[in-house]
């Protein structure tokens, strides 16, 4: 959206295999910015790994002040792992650290899948852009230093094996090379540190070799949209705050005595319930703001 102060919205990338998530948005603050005649600041709401493929939601303007509380939705993953061998990035593009004999059985993944829903702790892989010490793991991970990652907490919704060594009919499989599976999950799950440990469960190693993205929060691979597309027409493709938040939060339009208050930091009466709205002026997105016990205030401005 174009406004008095700059363009401010997202786009909804389905990033192909091979590129960083900063490679996206470099291009897409390249192209935005010479669209509009000025530099406007982009950034992605979440990282994909280079090998994976889908949605990668890029908030630009002051969008980008949505981070936070965008990064905690939930999350869709298509995941592929193969059972026997495990890599220094547990994903396919690393080497092999390790190899053993023992596949599992479909009965002890299906045994071992129900262990990793609700909350549970999970340990990141190295080769990571998790902090150690102020410095992204990945770049410890290849100056050769020693690394103790620390279990985090994550949370898993819904994990549901879809294929057996490539099929649906695998009741019977008694010897598992490879499996697909679909999870949805909070941020901060790690994707490939979860096939490791599925693969452990059930006595074996398991490198993750397939991995798409097909939603973060409101953003689906349904409206995504090609990296080259994003490039050629950026504005085209921006999609509005009030568009993208209109599917999370209530909107509560602004009355115009409370406007002064509510941009100086003074709580405002609402009769909303408890919890967050998209505070709009005139139906242009202003805020995101929290009610309680009767009472709004700003939390996000977008003014």
Not at 1 to 13: A, D, K, L, V, Y
Not at 87 to 102: M, P, Q
């Given at each position: 959206?174009?406004?008095?102060?700059?363009?401010?919205?997202?786009?909804?990338?389905?990033k192909p295999r091979g590129w960083t998530s900063s490679?996206?948005?470099?291009?897409?603050?390249?192209?935005?910015?010479?669209?509009?005649?000025?530099?406007?600041?982009?950034?992605?709401?979440?990282?994909?790994?280079?090998?994976?493929?889908?949605?990668?939601?890029?908030?630009?303007?002051?969008?980008?002040?949505?981070?936070?509380?965008?990064?905690?939705?939930?999350?869709?993953?298509?995941?592929?792992?193969?059972?026997?061998?495990?890599?220094?990035?547990?994903?396919?593009?690393?080497?092999?650290?390790?190899?053993?004999?023992?596949?599992?059985?479909?009965?002890?993944?299906?045994?071992?899948?129900?262990?990793?829903?609700?909350?549970?702790?999970?340990?990141?892989?190295?080769?990571?852009?998790?902090?150690?010490?102020?410095?992204k793991a990945y770049k410890l991970a290849r100056s050769?230093?020693?690394?103790?990652?620390?279990?985090?907490?994550?949370?898993?919704?819904?994990?549901?094996?879809?294929?057996?060594?490539?099929?649906?009919?695998?009741?019977?499989?008694?010897?598992?090379?490879?499996?697909?599976?679909?999870?949805?999950?909070?941020?901060?799950?790690?994707?490939?540190?979860?096939?490791?440990?599925?693969a452990l469960a059930c006595g074996s190693l398991g490198?993750?070799?397939?991995?798409?993205?097909?939603?973060?929060?409101?953003?689906?691979?349904?409206?995504?949209?090609?990296?080259?597309?994003?490039?050629?027409?950026?504005?085209?493709?921006?999609?509005?705050?009030?568009?993208?938040?209109?599917?999370?939060?209530?909107?509560?339009?602004?009355?115009?005595?409370?406007?002064?208050?509510?941009?100086?930091?003074?709580?405002?009466?609402?009769?909303?319930?408890?919890?967050?709205?998209?505070?709009?002026?005139?139906?242009?997105?202003?805020?995101?703001?929290?009610?309680?016990?009767?009472?709004?205030?700003?939390?996000?401005?977008?003014?």
């Open positions: 959206m174009q406004g008095s102060s700059g363009i401010s919205g997202f786009f909804c990338i389905d490679d996206v948005v470099a291009v897409l603050r390249g192209a935005l910015s010479k669209s509009v005649g000025y530099k406007v600041k982009v950034g992605h709401m979440g990282t994909l790994d280079p090998m994976a493929t889908g949605v990668l939601p890029v908030a630009a303007g002051k969008a980008t002040r949505l981070f936070d509380v965008l990064m905690n939705k939930s999350k869709g993953y298509a995941a592929r792992m193969a059972f026997g061998y495990e890599t220094d990035t547990l994903d396919i593009e690393g080497e092999v650290s390790e190899r053993t004999d023992i596949l599992p059985t479909v009965a002890q993944i299906k045994a071992a899948i129900t262990g990793f829903t609700g909350e549970i702790e999970q340990i990141p892989p190295i080769y990571s852009a998790k902090s150690v010490g102020g410095v050769g230093a020693e690394i103790q990652m620390r279990p985090v907490k994550v949370n898993i919704f819904s994990l549901t094996l879809d294929s057996v060594n490539g099929g649906k009919n695998y009741d019977d499989a008694d010897k598992v090379s490879e499996i697909a599976f679909t999870v949805e999950c909070g941020g901060g799950t790690y994707i490939r540190s979860l096939c490791r440990d599925i490198t993750m070799t397939e991995l798409k993205r097909t939603y973060s929060g409101c953003f689906t691979l349904e409206n995504a949209v090609g990296i080259e597309e994003a490039k050629a027409n950026p504005q085209a493709n921006i999609i509005p705050v009030i568009t993208a938040l209109s599917g999370i939060y209530d909107i509560e339009e602004l009355a115009q005595n409370d406007i002064k208050k509510f941009t100086n930091g003074i709580p405002v009466r609402t009769a909303r319930a408890d919890g967050d709205v998209l505070v709009t002026i005139d139906g242009k997105e202003y805020a995101v703001a929290h009610c309680s016990g009767g009472i709004m205030k700003a939390r996000i401005n977008l003014w």
